[in-house]
Protein backbone atom coordinates (compact mmCIF):
# COMPACT_ATOMS: atom_id res chain seq x y z
CA UNK A 1 0.00 0.00 0.00
CA UNK A 2 2.78 2.20 0.86
CA UNK A 3 3.98 1.38 -2.62
CA UNK A 4 0.68 2.87 -4.21
CA UNK A 5 0.69 6.04 -2.43
CA UNK A 6 4.19 6.83 -3.32
CA UNK A 7 3.24 7.14 -6.65
CA UNK A 8 1.57 10.26 -6.37
CA UNK A 9 4.36 11.60 -4.51
CA UNK A 10 6.29 11.95 -8.18
CA UNK A 11 3.59 14.02 -9.32
CA UNK A 12 4.69 17.94 -9.40
CA UNK A 13 3.63 19.54 -6.40
CA UNK A 14 1.78 16.27 -4.21
CA UNK A 15 3.25 16.65 -0.55
CA UNK A 16 2.18 13.47 0.24
CA UNK A 17 -0.38 10.86 1.01
CA UNK A 18 -2.52 8.69 2.70
CA UNK A 19 -5.22 5.66 3.85
CA UNK A 20 -7.27 6.06 6.10
CA UNK A 21 -10.43 3.34 6.95
CA UNK A 22 -12.59 3.55 9.67
CA UNK A 23 -10.37 1.33 11.60
CA UNK A 24 -7.79 3.79 11.41
CA UNK A 25 -4.41 4.84 9.41
CA UNK A 26 -3.44 2.51 7.40
CA UNK A 27 -0.97 4.03 5.03
CA UNK A 28 0.94 7.11 4.76
CA UNK A 29 4.43 8.44 3.01
CA UNK A 30 3.24 12.62 4.31
CA UNK A 31 6.14 14.27 6.69
CA UNK A 32 6.75 13.47 10.47
CA UNK A 33 5.05 16.09 11.35
CA UNK A 34 1.82 15.09 10.25
CA UNK A 35 0.79 12.53 13.03
CA UNK A 36 -0.75 9.63 12.66
CA UNK A 37 -3.68 10.50 15.05
CA UNK A 38 -4.17 14.13 13.34
CA UNK A 39 -4.48 12.03 9.92
CA UNK A 40 -6.71 9.56 11.74
CA UNK A 41 -9.20 12.33 12.76
CA UNK A 42 -8.47 14.25 9.38
CA UNK A 43 -9.34 10.81 7.05
CA UNK A 44 -12.59 10.18 9.99
CA UNK A 45 -13.70 13.72 8.65
CA UNK A 46 -13.44 13.17 5.12
CA UNK A 47 -15.53 9.82 5.21
CA UNK A 48 -18.17 11.65 6.81
CA UNK A 49 -18.05 14.35 4.54
CA UNK A 50 -18.05 11.96 1.55
CA UNK A 51 -20.73 10.35 3.28
CA UNK A 52 -23.04 13.27 3.72
CA UNK A 53 -22.40 14.68 -0.21
CA UNK A 54 -23.36 11.33 -1.81
CA UNK A 55 -26.78 12.29 -0.42
CA UNK A 56 -26.92 15.06 -2.35
CA UNK A 57 -25.01 14.11 -5.09
CA UNK A 58 -25.05 10.34 -6.12
CA UNK A 59 -21.98 10.95 -8.98
CA UNK A 60 -19.92 12.44 -6.46
CA UNK A 61 -15.96 11.19 -6.67
CA UNK A 62 -13.78 13.72 -5.48
CA UNK A 63 -13.32 16.30 -2.51
CA UNK A 64 -11.32 18.88 -2.96
CA UNK A 65 -10.77 21.60 0.34
CA UNK A 66 -8.92 24.74 -0.19
CA UNK A 67 -6.34 26.23 2.27
CA UNK A 68 -4.40 29.66 2.36
CA UNK A 69 -0.89 27.57 1.30
CA UNK A 70 -2.65 23.76 0.29
CA UNK A 71 -4.68 22.01 -1.20
CA UNK A 72 -6.29 18.96 0.21
CA UNK A 73 -7.98 16.02 -2.50
CA UNK A 74 -9.84 13.24 -1.47
CA UNK A 75 -11.88 10.18 -2.63
CA UNK A 76 -13.12 7.21 -0.98
CA UNK A 77 -11.58 4.18 -2.33
CA UNK A 78 -14.32 1.46 -1.31
CA UNK A 79 -16.87 1.92 1.69
CA UNK A 80 -15.22 3.14 4.96
CA UNK A 81 -11.76 3.74 3.18
CA UNK A 82 -10.08 7.15 2.09
CA UNK A 83 -7.44 8.14 0.33
CA UNK A 84 -6.67 11.21 0.35
CA UNK A 85 -3.41 13.94 -0.96
CA UNK A 86 -1.69 17.44 0.41
CA UNK A 87 -0.86 19.38 -2.75
CA UNK A 88 0.97 22.65 -3.35
CA UNK A 89 -1.80 24.95 -4.68
CA UNK A 90 -0.30 24.75 -8.24
CA UNK A 91 -0.45 20.86 -8.31
CA UNK A 92 -1.78 19.28 -11.42
CA UNK A 93 -5.47 18.28 -10.62
CA UNK A 94 -6.26 16.40 -13.95
CA UNK A 95 -3.01 14.14 -13.54
CA UNK A 96 -3.49 13.69 -9.87
CA UNK A 97 -6.94 12.27 -10.79
CA UNK A 98 -5.94 9.70 -12.92
CA UNK A 99 -3.57 8.73 -10.63
CA UNK A 100 -6.36 8.30 -8.15
CA UNK A 101 -8.39 6.41 -10.66
CA UNK A 102 -5.54 3.91 -11.10
CA UNK A 103 -4.84 3.48 -7.50
CA UNK A 104 -8.51 2.95 -7.03
CA UNK A 105 -8.34 0.23 -9.43
CA UNK A 106 -5.43 -1.67 -7.53
CA UNK A 107 -6.98 -0.96 -4.05
CA UNK A 108 -10.31 -2.67 -5.49
CA UNK A 109 -8.34 -5.65 -7.29
CA UNK A 110 -6.27 -6.15 -4.17
CA UNK A 111 -3.25 -5.36 -5.63
CA UNK A 112 -2.42 -2.88 -2.25
CA UNK A 113 -1.41 -6.41 -0.43
CA UNK A 114 1.47 -7.61 -3.03
CA UNK A 115 2.66 -3.62 -3.07
CA UNK A 116 3.21 -3.27 0.70
CA UNK A 117 6.67 -2.62 1.72
CA UNK A 118 5.90 -1.70 5.81
CA UNK A 119 3.39 -2.79 8.09
CA UNK A 120 0.57 -0.31 7.73
CA UNK A 121 0.48 2.18 10.73
CA UNK A 122 -3.10 1.41 12.42
CA UNK A 123 -4.85 3.91 15.26
CA UNK A 124 -7.91 3.91 16.80
CA UNK A 125 -10.65 5.97 15.48
CA UNK A 126 -10.17 9.38 17.22
CA UNK A 127 -13.17 11.44 18.17
CA UNK A 128 -13.57 14.89 16.95
CA UNK A 129 -12.35 17.56 19.75
CA UNK A 130 -14.72 19.09 21.84
CA UNK A 131 -16.42 22.64 20.26
CA UNK A 132 -14.46 25.35 21.78
CA UNK A 133 -16.54 27.54 24.34
CA UNK A 134 -18.14 30.42 23.61
CA UNK A 135 -15.18 32.79 25.82
CA UNK A 136 -12.24 31.30 23.30
CA UNK A 137 -13.70 32.56 20.01
CA UNK A 138 -11.25 35.26 18.32
CA UNK A 139 -11.28 38.72 18.55
CA UNK A 140 -10.83 40.30 15.73
CA UNK A 141 -7.25 42.05 16.37
CA UNK A 142 -6.25 38.98 17.39
CA UNK A 143 -7.25 36.63 14.41
CA UNK A 144 -4.96 39.41 12.46
CA UNK A 145 -2.44 38.41 14.58
CA UNK A 146 -3.18 34.68 13.85
CA UNK A 147 -3.71 35.28 10.10
CA UNK A 148 0.41 36.88 10.11
CA UNK A 149 1.98 33.70 12.26
CA UNK A 150 0.12 31.65 9.93
CA UNK A 151 1.77 33.54 6.87
CA UNK A 152 4.87 33.26 8.39
CA UNK A 153 4.79 29.61 8.98
CA UNK A 154 4.75 29.15 5.16
CA UNK A 155 8.04 30.46 4.76
CA UNK A 156 9.00 27.52 7.15
CA UNK A 157 6.76 24.44 6.08
CA UNK A 158 5.82 25.89 2.94
CA UNK A 159 2.24 24.24 1.15
CA UNK A 160 1.65 22.54 4.63
CA UNK A 161 1.91 25.36 6.81
CA UNK A 162 -2.08 26.44 6.36
CA UNK A 163 -3.17 22.76 6.97
CA UNK A 164 -0.76 22.03 9.81
CA UNK A 165 -1.85 25.83 11.73
CA UNK A 166 -5.44 25.59 11.43
CA UNK A 167 -5.19 21.89 12.72
CA UNK A 168 -2.86 23.67 16.01
CA UNK A 169 -5.09 26.64 16.49
CA UNK A 170 -8.41 23.92 16.74
CA UNK A 171 -6.55 22.29 19.58
CA UNK A 172 -5.78 25.51 21.23
CA UNK A 173 -9.10 26.91 21.22
CA UNK A 174 -10.72 23.77 22.48
CA UNK A 175 -8.20 24.02 25.54
CA UNK A 176 -9.39 27.42 26.65
CA UNK A 177 -9.85 31.20 26.26
CA UNK A 178 -8.28 32.09 22.83
CA UNK A 179 -6.42 35.44 23.86
CA UNK A 180 -2.70 36.91 23.65
CA UNK A 181 -1.89 35.67 27.40
CA UNK A 182 -1.92 31.57 25.77
CA UNK A 183 -0.39 32.56 22.65
CA UNK A 184 3.12 30.68 23.97
CA UNK A 185 0.85 27.54 24.18
CA UNK A 186 -0.33 28.54 20.62
CA UNK A 187 3.38 28.72 19.75
CA UNK A 188 4.58 25.72 21.57
CA UNK A 189 1.82 23.82 19.63
CA UNK A 190 3.23 24.45 16.35
CA UNK A 191 7.04 24.01 17.53
CA UNK A 192 5.73 20.74 17.92
CA UNK A 193 4.83 19.89 14.50
CA UNK A 194 7.75 21.86 13.02
CA UNK A 195 9.82 19.45 14.93
CA UNK A 196 13.07 20.98 14.27
CA UNK A 197 15.01 23.20 16.82
CA UNK A 198 16.65 25.43 13.34
CA UNK A 199 13.50 25.80 11.91
CA UNK A 200 11.98 26.80 15.32
CA UNK A 201 14.38 29.11 15.76
CA UNK A 202 14.13 30.79 12.80
CA UNK A 203 10.09 30.65 13.03
CA UNK A 204 10.60 32.35 16.37
CA UNK A 205 12.47 35.34 14.78
CA UNK A 206 10.02 35.89 12.06
CA UNK A 207 7.46 36.17 14.67
CA UNK A 208 9.32 37.96 17.46
CA UNK A 209 8.20 41.55 15.83
CA UNK A 210 4.75 40.81 15.90
CA UNK A 211 3.94 39.69 19.07
CA UNK A 212 5.88 43.23 20.10
CA UNK A 213 3.65 44.45 18.90
CA UNK A 214 0.41 43.33 19.18
CA UNK A 215 1.63 43.08 23.08
CA UNK A 216 2.41 46.98 23.04
CA UNK A 217 -1.19 48.00 21.24
Known amino acids: MINLIDELKVIPGIVGACIVSTEGLQATNLPAMFKPERLSLVGNHLLALSASGRNSFSDLTD?????????????????GTILFAICDPTFNYNLLTMSFNLLQEEFKGGNFSASTVAAP??????????????????????QDLLDDLKRLLSKILGPMAGFVFDDVVEEWQAQGAAGFSRIEDLISGINREIDDQEKIDHYRSLIAPLLKSFQKG
Open 63 to 79: MTLNYDESVVVARELIE
Open 121 to 142: VVTEPVAAPPTPPSEAKISAPL
